[in-house]
């Protein structure tokens, strides 16, 4: 269960570690160390992804340009 004060101190250690400074002055948080963050108001939810780092490491290790292979499975 969320309370007031717990989400008072993930608030206080994002300020600390993104270096935020409040939703008014800077705008919605989108980036932080490194993971796109991306809020869902409507499902109260927040999403992570490391999207743009895997793409780095991808072009890092020649792998980006790799075409496709669609395996068939089966679900479940």
């Given at each position: 269960?969320?309370?007031?004060?717990?989400?008072?101190?993930?608030?206080?250690?994002?300020?600390?570690?993104?270096?935020?400074?409040?939703?008014?002055?800077?705008?919605?948080?989108?980036?932080?160390?490194?993971?796109?963050?991306?809020r869902e108001i409507n499902s109260?939810?927040?999403?992570?992804?490391?999207?743009?780092?895997?793409?780095?490491?991808?072009?890092?290790?020649?792998?980006d340009k790799c075409k496709d292979?669609?395996?068939?499975?089966?679900?479940?």
């Open positions: 269960m969320r309370t007031q004060k717990h989400i008072d101190d993930i608030k206080r250690e994002l300020k600390t570690d993104c270096s935020i400074k409040g939703r008014t002055k800077l705008g919605e948080l989108k980036y932080c160390l490194g993971i796109e963050l991306k109260k939810t927040i999403r992570l992804n490391q999207r743009g780092y895997i793409k780095r490491l991808a072009e890092k290790y020649g792998i292979v669609h395996t068939p499975t089966n679900e479940g």
